[in-house]
């Protein structure tokens, strides 16, 4: 598979309206339906009636509202951790999804979604723990398993783990502003040939055209909440281990110990 890497040329593609993602099966249920009820996976006029779904529940929920519950949530789990708090096993995931999720009306499901976020992409197959897992997200996405439902659980996805990487990130450099794409590769189809689009290396964080992250102010929200609730806290020394996938870049475990010199917000 070609790789494009330069900022141009993956910005061209991106903006093409020709390049289309790569087309998932379609799936009557679990996450196989999934992934073919997304505005994430879908092309031309499904993509748009989809995407419109998406945008309409992010624009009832309100950016300084998402920061300020991200630095609560964050606060509250530090105040009750020991001397040392792993961030991605603690907050990277958990509070984004949870705070969203509470944002949308619904329940705390931020476990289910770290569940269903390992198998969303179409190169990973699901098992029976993620199908369990899904089936409880629709009960609390729905009434039902319609594209409403699927766009709901869709946001609460790219709400996990990329969100997780972009704290992990800004942490490590010191700064959202500093951060690396969490998201390293997205692919499109290209004159019938599947291209790899390096958005990392293409400094596109939150891609381009239509398929543009929507909510890019939501999760740099959340973020913010969360590094200001751990100001005062430093990256424990030592080497970062990261999470196996061919798309995301997530540590496995990113220790923090509060500062001998400055007291933390919390």
């Known amino acids: 598979m070609r790789t494009l890497t330069a900022r141009a040329e993956v910005y061209a593609v991106l903006t093409d309206p020709a390049a289309e993602v790569p087309a998932v099966p379609d799936g009557a249920s679990g996450v196989r339906w999934l992934r073919a009820a997304v505005a994430r996976f879908s092309n031309g006029d499904a993509h748009a009636r989809r995407r419109a779904l998406a945008m309409s529940e992010l624009a009832a929920v309100d950016e300084k509202s998402l920061c300020d519950k991200a630095f609560e949530w964050t606060c509250g789990i530090v105040s009750e951790s020991g001397p040392v708090v792993d961030v991605m096993a603690l907050i990277a995931r958990r509070v984004p999804v949870g705070v969203l999720a509470e944002a949308l009306g619904l329940p705390d499901v931020s476990r289910d979604v770290a569940v269903v976020a390992r198998a969303y992409h ?16 629709v009960e609390a996405c729905g009434p039902g398993a319609d594209e409403r439902a699927a766009a709901r659980i869709g946001l609460l996805i790219q709400a996990c783990d990329a969100t997780a990487g972009l704290v ?6 010191g700064s959202v502003a500093g951060a690396e794409p969490p998201v390293r590769v997205t692919r499109r189809v290209v004159g019938g040939e599947i291209v790899a689009l390096d958005l990392a290396a293409a400094k596109l964080a939150f891609g381009a055209g239509v398929k543009e992250c929507p909510g890019r102010g939501h999760a740099v929200a959340l973020v913010m909440g969360i590094l200001a609730a751990l100001r005062g806290f430093r990256v424990v020394p030592g080497k970062i281990a990261y999470e196996p996938s061919v798309n995301i870049r997530v540590p496995v475990s990113l220790p923090l110990v509060r500062s001998d010199s400055v007291g933390g917000l919390c």
């Not at 992990?168 to 450099?173: M, W």
């Open 122 to 137: 179409p190169h990973v197959e699901p098992d029976a723990e993620t199908e369990e897992a899904l089936s409880r997200l």
């Open 168 to 173: 992990a990130s800004a942490l490590l450099s």
